[in-house]
Each structure stands twice: as C-alpha cells, then as structure tokens.
C-alpha cells in the first residue's frame, strides 16, 4: 500500500498569510493522481485538488496544488476565515486507495 | 446536484454485524459513469478506503477488510450497502459513502455523505 504522510500536522496562521501544506508518498503516485480535501467540523469532505494540481469546480483560486511522483503540495495564498480546518491527501492512482493523516489549519 | 446520506445503526455490539445503507438523491445509481464507495474514520486515524460497487454489482475491496466486507446495491431504492461481520472495537469509526467517476484520472471522491458515527461496544 502507498503510505501517505502529511506534514505539518498543525499548522497556526493568522488570515491572510500563505499556508503551504506538504504530502509524501511511500512509493510514486502513478500519473500524479492525487487529491486534496478540505474537511470543515460536522461536514462532509469536500474535494479542492485533482490529478495533484487541477482546481475542483467553484474553488477559489486561492487554493493551488502541486508535485509529482511521490511529493505533492497544498497552497493557500492567503487564508480567509472560511480556510480554517482539517485538509487531506489521498492517492487513487494504485490500489487500494490510500490518504494521509491530515493537516489541521488552525487561527494563531 | 448529487446528494449521498448515511443510515444505520449507532451502535453495534462487539462479534455482531455492521450494517449501513446509503441513499443517492439528485440522480440515479445506475448510471454508467460512477463507482460508489463506502470509507471510514477510526477516531484519531487517518482515513480508510473500504471498498466500492458499480451499478451492476461489480465490487472492489480494501485487501485488509476483504474477509469481512460486503457491499451491494439495490437500484430500484437507488441505495447501496455496507456489511462488516464480527466487528471489534477497532471498527469504531465515522463510516462515509462517496461516489468517485469511472475514468482512471478521474477516481477521486466527490460527492461524501455526511458521515455517520458508528460504535461498536456492549
């Protein structure tokens, strides 16, 4: 299985600043399948990233993502309040499917 | 738009089954394009894929619960199914069905249901 590991596991940012979020894999992602989730408290996930820098329909340009092979990278340029919560990896290029542990946005 | 709910028990005694049933609105199970998924959260863990369905039946399960799992369908109630016999403790989790596409690059999953807490304890 392909081990994701996120790091940070908290990361504490005031609104407006950069947050840059990191995933590495075990093993390459094949065809840089990978996707960043964004999970509010109480809600469901919500899918920000595909195919590791493909936008989701209706998400602010704020959140980008990037890498290949076994690096991948979640960027928010500049954190609204909204931003603040639990965001995942996960790769659906090998099975079985496998994510990360989490990376928890929190206000400093 | 596409919607996905949970439903099932709360709370399962330790040896007994796990079921869940997932209801789709806003479209229909049966179409060609979609694979449907159920995945879980132990409390404090990271995310686990448990395994998928198509329309037709066709399933595709995480090796580490293969033994134990069993999803199905029921397209005239556009539901699908979890099973998870002899649960233990360890099974406690949030369970989440998830839809993902058909095409290879295009797996990940969107729509997530709401996600429901399932204890397993006497």
């Known amino acids: 299985d392909i081990v994701l590991t996120q790091s940070p596991g908290t990361l504490s940012l005031s609104p407006g600043e950069r947050a840059t979020l990191s995933c590495r894999a075990s093993?390459?992602?094949?065809?840089?399948?990978v996707a960043w989730y964004q999970q509010r408290p109480g809600q469901a996930p919500r899918v920000l990233i595909y195919?590791?820098?493909s936008r989701a329909t209706g998400i602010p340009d704020r959140f980008s993502g990037s890498g290949s092979g076994t690096d991948f990278t979640l960027t928010i340029s500049r954190l609204e309040p909204e931003d603040f919560a639990v965001y995942f990896c996960?790769?659906?290029?090998?099975?079985?499917?496998?994510f990360g542990q989490g990376t928890r946005v929190e206000v400093k | 738009q596409l919607r996905l709910q949970e439903s099932g028990p709360g709370l399962v005694k330790p040896s007994e089954t796990l079921s869940l049933t997932c209801t789709v609105s806003?479209?229909?199970?049966?179409?060609?394009?979609?694979?449907w998924g159920w995945i879980r959260q132990p409390p404090g863990k990271r995310l686990e894929w448990i395994g998928n369905?198509?329309?037709?039946?066709?399933?595709y399960y995480n090796p580490s619960l293969k033994s134990r799992v069993t999803i199905s369908v029921d397209t005239s109630k556009n539901q699908f199914s979890l099973n998870l016999t002899s649960v233990t403790a360890a099974d406690t989790a949030v369970y989440y069905c998830?839809?993902?596409?058909?095409?290879?690059?295009?797996?990940?999953?969107?729509?997530w249901g709401q996600g429901t807490l399932v204890t397993v304890s006497s």
């Open positions: 998830a839809k993902h596409e058909r095409m290879p690059a295009r797996r990940w999953f969107d729509p």
């Open positions: 806003g479209g229909s199970i049966s179409t060609t394009s979609y694979y």
């Open positions: 369905i198509y329309y037709s039946g066709s399933t």
């Open positions: 093993q390459t992602v094949s065809s840089s399948y």
């Open positions: 195919g590791a820098s």
């Open positions: 996960q790769q659906y290029g090998s099975s079985p499917r496998t």
